[in-house]
């Protein structure tokens, strides 16, 4: 009798762990952030490489209802600005996938001393252009090119620690930093119809005697209510 309830104990422990893992790793598919502030409050992670180009790193807030991404469009611009995306894009809310907002700028330092009939020519990589002066206004055109690489992959924060989508920029241009960004990735999600958990069962056995059992069962759910 002894180990019988030792064995129901045991059962019980291993399956309220099963339990607790299924339902930890559900909430972490729901959103990467457990509110609207903690999502607002992630700033945009900027570095430079070997070749003094920016990279600039942010966490994909990854969502299943278009709801949650007004709430936050309420308190941010740049948010608003990809929610009316979305909501113009019948093809992004229909098969989901990644949306992105980058808001970056160029700085150009060159020094002319200004004095009528001046002319001079930039041509480069990255500007090309004219700058010409008369007696009393000066005449500016310029391009300014700017090229990225726009990559999405994934992190952990420890070793345990379920991983996340991130979004990475990098600015080709050295002259380029980016001042913000913001990326969403709409997805369904599938509740799994396969339910492991424990179980308690009473009822009859063959010889019509009654019968108690405990133990781990697993079920497939034909139809959700």
Do not use: C
Request: glycine share 2%.
């Amino acid at each position: 009798m002894k180990n019988i309830k030792n064995l129901v104990i045991f059962i019980l422990l291993i399956s309220l762990i099963l339990v607790s893992a299924l339902l930890y790793v559900k909430s972490e598919e729901n959103t990467n952030y457990k509110n609207t502030s903690e999502y607002l409050n992630e700033k945009v992670k900027t570095y430079r490489n070997k070749l003094n180009q920016e990279i600039a790193e942010k966490k994909v807030l990854v969502v299943s209802n278009e709801k949650y991404i007004e709430d936050i469009a309420l308190r941010d611009s740049a948010i608003w600005i990809l929610k009316e995306e979305i909501r113009n894009n019948k093809n992004l809310k229909k098969k989901k996938g990644e949306i992105v907002y980058i808001k970056n700028k160029t700085n150009i330092k060159k020094d002319w001393k200004i004095k009528p009939g001046l002319i001079d020519v930039l041509d480069d990589k990255w500007v090309s252009g004219i700058i010409s002066t008369n007696t009393d206004s000066v005449h500016l055109d310029f391009n300014v090119k700017n090229e990225f690489v726009v990559t999405f992959t994934k992190k952990k924060d420890h070793l345990f620690s379920s991983p996340y989508p991130v979004a990475t920029i990098k600015n080709l241009n050295p002259n380029t930093t980016t001042e913000n960004m913001q990326v969403i990735q709409l997805k369904k999600y599938k509740e799994s119809r396969i339910i492991v958990g424990p179980s308690v069962t009473y009822g009859i056995d063959s010889n019509f005697n009654p019968h108690l059992s405990v133990g781990i069962s697993v079920t497939y759910r034909l139809i959700s209510l």
